[in-house]
């Protein structure tokens, strides 16, 4: 009898080893599939606000914006807050005609042969995610977001050289890039997972 009593004793150590074990593992697979979920959600919010920017839909309107939140529910995103941020842009390689046509010759023109930002939107919560594609003066973007052709000349803050590590554009050629961030905290594992987010990026 006092045999089957130790026996249930460790029978209950065991259990509890093996339950902390199978309860991290359960904790982390939930934490792991959840951010997979995140991350397909700001792919559609990526690739979606991407489409309708190089289509010129215009997100300095309130509807528009609203769309994209749309699109990120349950992302906690909002117009110009929250958990999320949208960042569009559209660049441009400043080539020799551009610089002809801005009344510059290409000695003069000090964004010549340079990937430059021509036109920048930012939906949600810009403190949450800086792009490394330009970070134009902000009093340089007008209210539709584009940069005129004087400052996308010769303001070097426009300048977007971490794209070149994505695409090798020829002078004169664009590219429309979306990116999507969104903190998770939902799924944090205090002390094993810390700070999650999730980040998607498109290139049109």
């Known amino acids: 009898m006092a045999g089957r009593e130790r026996q249930r004793g460790n029978t209950v150590v065991e259990f509890a080893l093996v339950i902390s074990f199978l309860a991290l593992l359960l904790m982390g697979t939930f934490s792991v599939g959840m951010t997979l979920t995140k991350s397909v959600q700001a792919g559609v919010v990526a690739r979606d606000a991407g489409a309708m920017f190089m289509r010129y839909v215009d997100f300095s309107l309130a509807g528009n914006k609203d769309l994209l939140v749309r699109l990120a529910n349950g992302m906690n995103m909002t117009t110009s807050g929250g958990n999320g941020v949208v960042i569009m842009t559209q660049i441009m390689m400043i080539g020799a005609t551009e610089c002809s046509a801005g009344g510059l010759s290409t000695g003069s023109c000090p964004n010549y042969n340079r990937p430059v930002v021509i036109k920048r939107m930012t939906v949600g919560n810009t403190a949450l ?19 005129s052709t004087t400052n996308y000349l010769n303001d070097t803050s426009v300048r977007a050289d971490g794209f070149t590590a994505v695409m090798t554009l020829n002078a004169g050629e664009y590219a429309y890039v979306s990116e999507a961030y969104f903190k998770t905290p939902e799924i944090d594992m205090p002390g094993f997972r810390d700070n999650t987010y999730v980040y998607q990026r498109n290139v049109f």
């Not at 995610?129 to 940069?147: A, K, R, V």
């Open 129 to 147: 995610y800086t792009t490394t594609f330009g970070s134009p003066t902000p009093s340089l973007i007008q209210s539709d977001g584009t940069i």
